[in-house]
């Protein structure tokens, strides 16, 4: 179902609208990327049970927002992945490079 949602959102979000084929495998791996994360959670939460009577709420919000960073990671990789696969990586001209004493890299 979520590989579903972000094939659409991946499809017909952009400007730029990617095929179909383009868009499906990108969107299946982040689907299945979101899924394992989800279970990644339901087993680590049984864990947090006992330890929140020690740390009390603090402890289920940042391991909430680690779970909704990674999540978001993943979903914003599949957009990079569909983006790459359907207009090309950009040129090595167009690619931002550091400013500063790093310099660009010969």
């Known amino acids: 179902v979520m590989a579903f949602a972000l094939l659409l959102a991946y499809r017909l979000l952009p400007m730029r609208r990617p095929d179909w084929s383009e868009a499906a495998l990108p969107a299946l791996g982040a689907g299945i990327g979101f899924a394992l994360l989800t279970q990644l959670f339901t087993v680590i939460a049984p864990y947090l049970a006992g330890t929140a009577s020690l740390y009390g709420t603090i ?23 569909v983006k790459i696969r359907a207009f090309g990586a950009p040129p090595r001209e167009e690619v931002p490079w550091p400013t500063g004493d790093q310099g660009r890299p010969g």
Request: hydrophobic share 80%.
């Open 59 to 81: 402890a289920a919000i940042f391991v909430l927002l680690t779970w909704l960073q990674l999540s978001a990671q993943v979903v914003l990789l599949g957009v990079a992945w």
